[in-house]
């Protein structure tokens, strides 16, 4: 088996078994346990905690004492079991807790899977800026795979759909709560993936440093220094402030769309029935969107990808303000799904390629663990945070029905507003022949 396939199949299964239940979450704990917001609220921290320290954290560990690979394979066994547990807790506060182990196992694999897909390829002679984007599409592949799998077997309507005895026979195989098994599907692949990970290329840490090397230098903090470089922290500051409208659409697309069951006239519309499988037209946009970015970060550079991807979130988040289940609204609805495909790649995955472009080979593992940490952790918590308190305080009536054309509104306007001060404040010249760097 060739490597570029190798990394294909590990780029499908490491969003595989996040997508398998992530944009469905809110609906489990919400509508199928019968939780309520303030005992379920909390959960979607748990991304965000963990991300704050554990990318950064295995970072430093691949930089310094284990291979790459050996440590993404360990991190997915152990993340595997710990959804196994989750699909037989019964208790909110127990699943905060399980569900926050989980994600200091899985989120660290985020920035791992890059790093050793840049490795690899760099040390095959692949340009990673050209070879990298067509891999990761792969990711986007396996998220939207794992989604309809989700949505099709979430429940015995849908069973009747595609073949009610199948479905009941892998119910019966995983027990008697058919939602629940969304962790339990997710579980066994990410041991899967753990195993296969083993069996890939070495990725050892760099060289051994010198005895005189510095305690920074020994303990694997390099990459915190990168703060210290006004262009490199303004990056990150506007990493977090991206990963929090990122955070947004994972909370909140798919609980919008169900919530227009509430209205007569579109409870047994396509857009309540099959809101995740709309919301997966946002992953089918990541396939077609990541494969342009090698033209336009050589072409734009990463300042005005960037800027590219702020004016996505802006159309994004306003698009779902006048959205609604029929005639124009349905046409922005899927506009604003398509949209964020741009929103997403043009930050995120540009992102990571750019700090693998700007950084020493030595830190590598431990930056993109430190842009990990900004974008899934201080940003992922700025957004469920500081939206789930404005929610409840300005945009949720006695009733508990939401103004979600109130929320998304004030969301687009952020976008806006970070937006203006990127533009303003990053200052950087494009050098097409820059970015070929990180090839070598």
């Not at 394979?73 to 569900?99: C, E, Q, R, V």
């Not at 697309?253 to 007569?264: A, I, Q, S, W, Y």
């Not at 500081?386 to 409840?392: A, E, K, Q």
Request: hydrophobic share 50%; charged share 10%; with cysteine.
């Amino acid at each position: 088996m060739n490597l570029k396939l190798r990394l294909t199949i590990l780029s499908f299964l490491q969003f595989f078994v996040w997508g398998a239940w992530l944009t469905t979450l809110g609906t489990y704990g919400f509508a199928y346990k019968q939780w309520s917001g303030a005992e379920f609220g909390a959960v979607f921290s748990t991304l965000g905690i963990a991300s704050i320290f554990m990318p950064a954290l295995m970072g430093i560990v691949a930089d310094k004492w284990i291979n790459a690979e050996k440590l993404y394979g360990i991190l997915h066994i152990l993340y595997g079991i710990t959804l196994f547990i989750l699909a037989k807790t019964n208790d909110p506060t127990s699943f905060f807790w399980i569900l926050l182990i989980g994600m200091c196992f899985y989120m660290p694999t985020l920035a791992l899977s890059n790093s050793i897909s840049y490795k690899l390829l760099k040390d095959n002679n692949y340009d990673v800026v050209k070879v990298f984007p067509p891999i990761r599409v792969w990711g986007t592949v396996g998220f939207i795979a794992a989604m309809w799998f989700t949505n099709i077997f979430s429940d015995e309507q849908s069973f009747s759909q595609v073949g009610k005895n199948i479905g009941l026979k892998i119910a019966n195989v995983f027990g008697n709560s058919l939602n629940a098994n969304q962790f339990y599907f997710a579980g066994i692949i990410a041991v899967f993936l753990g195993i296969y990970a083993m069996f890939l290329p070495k990725c050892p840490p760099p060289k051994l440093m010198s005895e005189d090397a510095t305690i920074t230098q020994k303990l694997g903090l390099n990459a915190f220094k990168l703060f210290g470089q006004r262009k490199m922290a303004l990056f990150f500051i506007f990493s977090m402030f991206l990963g929090a409208a990122l955070q947004l659409t994972n909370m909140y697309g798919d609980t919008f769309l169900k919530d227009f069951g509430n209205v007569e006239a579109f409870k047994d519309s396509a857009v309540v029935q099959y809101s995740t499988m709309i919301i997966s037209i946002s992953q089918f946009s990541e396939t077609l969107f990541i494969l342009a970015i090698p033209f336009f970060l050589k072409k734009f550079g990463i300042k005005k990808v960037m800027l590219i991807s702020m004016v996505a979130w802006i159309l994004r988040f306003g698009f779902f303000s006048i959205g609604a289940p029929e005639g124009f609204g349905l046409i922005l609805i899927i506009f604003s799904n398509i949209i964020y495909g741009m929103a997403f790649d043009f930050f995120n995955i540009s992102g990571s390629l750019f700090v693998e472009s700007t950084t020493d080979s030595k830190i590598r593992s431990s930056a993109q663990g430190v842009f990990m940490m900004m974008t899934n952790g201080f940003g992922a918590i700025l957004g469920s945070s500081v939206s789930g308190w404005m929610i409840s305080s300005y945009f949720t009536n006695i009733e508990g029905n939401k103004d979600w054309s109130g929320i998304w509104m004030y969301f687009a306007i952020y976008s806006l507003i970070i937006a203006i001060l990127f533009a303003v404040l990053f200052k950087h010249k494009h050098n097409p022949k820059a970015i070929d760097t990180v090839t070598h």
